[in-house]
């Protein structure tokens, strides 16, 4: 599955932290396994929602930070801010879920899904497990390339 979200659709849940995709996405679903957001200005890191939850954070260009939080008995998260240039591939596992976030600018995903700036795709079952990333203009945009792997024989659930 890949979903495409634009960054006016992210939801808005303090003065300047947006979420980008978690699960579950609404109160009241499955029990909480993760999230990604992105946090601007002077924002501090997000509550821990429980206490086996891991942060891990990435600064991206333009003084945003990418923020995942997990709870550790099911997911383990990981962020790496890349250079898309000239071109990149990024492969995943197949019980891998991955979220894709443009920053500093524009990039273009598989050569048909053209991220603008806060735009994410979300990657997740068995289909794609490689996409190519490059940029699509002049800029000097990266990729926030976010993983959450399962753990042990958790399965990573997402309903969008």
């Known amino acids: 599955m890949r979903l495409l979200l634009r960054a006016n659709a992210h939801r808005q849940v303090a003065s300047a932290c947006w979420e980008v995709a978690a699960?579950?996405?609404?109160?009241?679903?499955?029990?909480?396994?993760?999230?990604?957001?992105?946090l601007t200005g002077d924002q501090g890191p997000?509550?821990?929602?429980?206490?086996?939850?891991?942060?891990?954070?990435?600064?991206?260009?333009?003084?945003?930070?990418?923020e995942i939080v997990a709870d550790s008995l099911t997911a383990a998260p990981a962020v790496d801010v890349?250079?898309?240039?000239?071109?990149?591939t990024v492969v995943r596992t197949e019980g891998e879920l991955?979220?894709?976030i443009?920053?500093?600018?524009?990039?273009?995903?598989?050569?048909?899904?053209l991220l603008a700036e806060a735009?994410?795709?979300?990657?997740?079952?068995?289909?794609?497990?490689?996409?190519?990333?490059?940029?699509?203009?002049?800029?000097d945009s990266r990729v926030a390339v976010v993983r959450l792997t399962p753990v042990a024989d958790s399965a990573l659930s997402w309903v969008p």
Do not use: C, I, N
């Open 46 to 66: 997000s509550d821990l929602p429980s206490e086996t939850s891991r942060r891990v954070a990435a600064p991206l260009p333009g003084g945003a930070t990418v």
């Open 98 to 100: 991955m979220v894709l």
């Open 23 to 38: 699960s579950p996405d609404t109160p009241r679903r499955e029990p909480w396994q993760w999230q990604v957001r992105l």
């Open 119 to 139: 735009d994410a795709l979300v990657l997740a079952g068995d289909d794609p497990l490689s996409v190519s990333v490059h940029r699509s203009d002049g800029s």
């Open 82 to 88: 890349l250079d898309p240039s000239p071109s990149l």
């Open 102 to 113: 443009a920053s500093g600018g524009r990039v273009l995903v598989e050569d048909r899904h």
